[in-house]
């Protein structure tokens, strides 16, 4: 339901005049369970002092996600293809006029004044700046003043709130309260920099911190693709495919059309998260060869929050990831054009909430969801000049692509369940408007990036495979793991049901491409595994229980989430083994699920052309036409994605969690969404 600012004001009157009685049992609605690093409990907060009170109301109809999704994505639903508007989407998904006066009657009736309380203009945030002493009789909590041992930072917090009980359901989250949230400031720079020392210093930023800002495309973060040595074939010759995949490997394995004729509205979006960057003299080596007519062609370019092709440092570790999505998709799609969407700045970086953002003001403004400790934050708060992004945070206003892939991931573990909710719907709102959303799966099998495991007596990570760097220039070396056990670590987005999650396969070694492929086993393993976050969905829910009744893995509950009632990933496969790139002037192979990512989005990519060449829709949210048309992707039977001291997931006949329900068949696939409305 959506309000308008006139409506809003008389429902004030009518909370005034008849004020409904609110139970006054109150709950613990979130504690903390204990303080971060570096932080002190300093003394109590003084009685007067005013807080910013913000009351984070919850979306409406968030329990009829699936079904709406499923009602323009089932290939048997009448409404298949008919993509919502972002209107309808905004007034789908507001709080609803019960949540917004149960917690303003909750408010007056302690003593709040209706004057101090303030409606956002999304109508989704309740604010009133209340006393330290009426917000801790509110919350029937105490306000504690912290410091930050290194920084001298300080921030107010409490260590749990509670809230009537018959209002919990009406709230996210209320801000200030157990969020540890405050950014530590950073030195600021005494005077600003000429241009050729604020090279050097973003240079020496690059050179020598291992994490910067927040940014997922940090060097050396596990889900970048994983480097090989100098390539055995520089040819198109199919009887290599065994040892040196090149753009033709991929069209005889799947079938893909070349020079598949241009639809005008068809866009496919590759995301980079800098410091990652292509360097256009890499694409033309690679183009010469593998692809003559595209030489001179670059992706269309969109910057996002400072977004930039840094040149500062030039290897593989910063430009692996992007010149290997961007020399295949754009081979592999071409006529077709590329869109690459360039998140973040040197400094600071950028996550996928940055670029959500970007995608759909409702989500930017839907605030309190974005979180200093993961995403990025705008104007740099690092300092200014080169590399630093002194605008404000993008809201709204890119368009996006009909396909998206991204070959970036995070560990389920290292983020809140709500954070990963909260993403996992924008995916699915993204998904009614018709976009797809691909991810790389991960390249450790059951284990999380660069192997890590919990430990299920702790909690804790342990024995990860950490990556470091001996001299400057040198590429990231894996250190000796000390020890692999624990339990498996699902990958994010990878869980969320509402993406399509993409894992790896390899050509058989000595085998030709008419052959099945298995599961990647050769430096990487493809991520899969159980969320233990998103439950099972509707449209996976027969595969998941056929995996489960005739190959049920030899691994407890103190492994990995057997309940059978969470989601499977990877849904799909794609080869992520022994790719031919150009890189730093010279070709070399790579590896990963990150390869796996941006291929299958390019299949996808001809099928939408195929569909707006009909006059048709974009595919939009796939995966319950994948699921209920497995026989057309090839289903992967051999092979396994081993981690944390086990054997892993073994790829079996159906849908498994190592090779989702296998690789595509693009002539088999068009034939299928061809056929749909
Ligand atoms: C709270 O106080 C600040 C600073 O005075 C003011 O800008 C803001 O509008 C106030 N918020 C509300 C909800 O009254
Ligand atoms: C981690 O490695 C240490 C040292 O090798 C070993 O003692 C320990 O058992 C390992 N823990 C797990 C859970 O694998
Ligand atoms: C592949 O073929 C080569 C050369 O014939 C042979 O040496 C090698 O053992 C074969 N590898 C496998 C796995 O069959
Ligand atoms: C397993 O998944 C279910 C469904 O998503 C969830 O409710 C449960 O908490 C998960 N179990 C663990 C141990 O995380």
Known sequence: ????????????????????????????????????????????????????????????????????LMDVSHPSSPNFGKHWSPQQIAETFAPTEEAI???????TESGIDKERIKLSPGMNWVNANLTVTE??????????????????TSHVACDDYSIPDDIRKHID?????????????????????????????????????????????????GSLPKAGGAVAHLNNDLANC?????????????????????????????????????????????????????????????????????????DFNYNGESDLDLEYSMALVYPQSVTLYQVGDIFEGASFNNFLDALDGSYCTYEGGDDVTEDGVYPDPYGSGYGFYSGSEACGGFAAANVISTSYGYNEADLT????????????????????????????????????????????YNNGTRYSRSIDNEPLKADVSVGTSGMFVPSFPGGCPYVTSVGATQVKPN????????????????????????????????AVATYFAKHSPPYGADQYNNSQTSRGFPDVAANGVNYVIAIDGAFSYVYGTSASSPTFGSVMTLINAARLNAGK???????????THPHMLNDITEGGNQGCGTAGFTAVKGWDPVTGLGTPDFTKMVEVWLALP
């Open 1 to 68: 339901m959506h309000f308008s600012f006139i409506a809003t004001c008389a429902l004030f009157a009518g909370v005034i005049a008849a004020p409904a009685l609110s139970s006054k049992r109150h709950v613990v609605h979130e504690r903390r369970e204990r303080l971060p690093a570096g932080w002190r409990k300093e003394a109590k907060s003084p009685s007067h002092a005013v807080l910013p009170m913000r009351f984070g109301l919850s979306q409406s109809n968030l329990d009829r996600a699936d079904e709406f």
């Open 101 to 107: 006066n149960a917690i303003l009657d909750w408010l």
């Open 135 to 152: 917000a801790e009789s509110l919350l029937q909590t105490k306000y504690w003043h912290f410091i930050h041992v290194g920084s001298g």
């Open 173 to 221: 989250l209320i801000t200030p309260t157990v969020h540890f949230d405050a950014r530590i400031s950073k030195k600021k720079q005494k005077r600003s920099l000429t241009s050729r020392e604020a090279k050097l210093n973003a240079r020496q930023t690059l050179k020598t911190k291992y994490k910067l800002g927040t940014s997922i495309g940090n060097p050396g973060d």
């Open 242 to 314: 065994d040892v040196s995949i090149v753009p033709d490997c991929l069209r005889a394995l799947y079938k893909i059309p070349i020079d598949y004729p241009v639809a005008a509205s068809n866009s496919y979006g590759i995301v980079e998260y800098t410091p990652q960057a292509y360097l256009p003299s890499d694409l033309d080596l690679f183009f010469a060869n593998f692809s003559p007519a595209l030489v001179g062609s670059r992706p269309e370019f969109e910057s996002i929050d400072g977004g930039l092709l840094q040149t500062i440092v030039e």
């Open 417 to 460: 369940a709500f954070y990963e909710m909260r993403q996992c719907y924008e995916y699915m709102k993204l998904g009614l408007q018709g976009v797809t959303f691909l991810y790389s799966s991960g390249d450790y099998g059951v284990a999380g990036n660069s192997g890590e495991c919990i430990d299920p007596t702790t909690g804790a």
């Open 511 to 542: 085998a030709t491409v008419t052959q099945p492929e298995e599961a990647a086993e050769s430096v990487i393993y493809s991520g899969g595994g159980f969320s233990n976050v998103f439950g099972l969905p509707s449209y996976q829910a027969e």
């Open 617 to 627: 829709s974009p595919v939009g949210f796939i995966n319950p036409v994948l699921y």
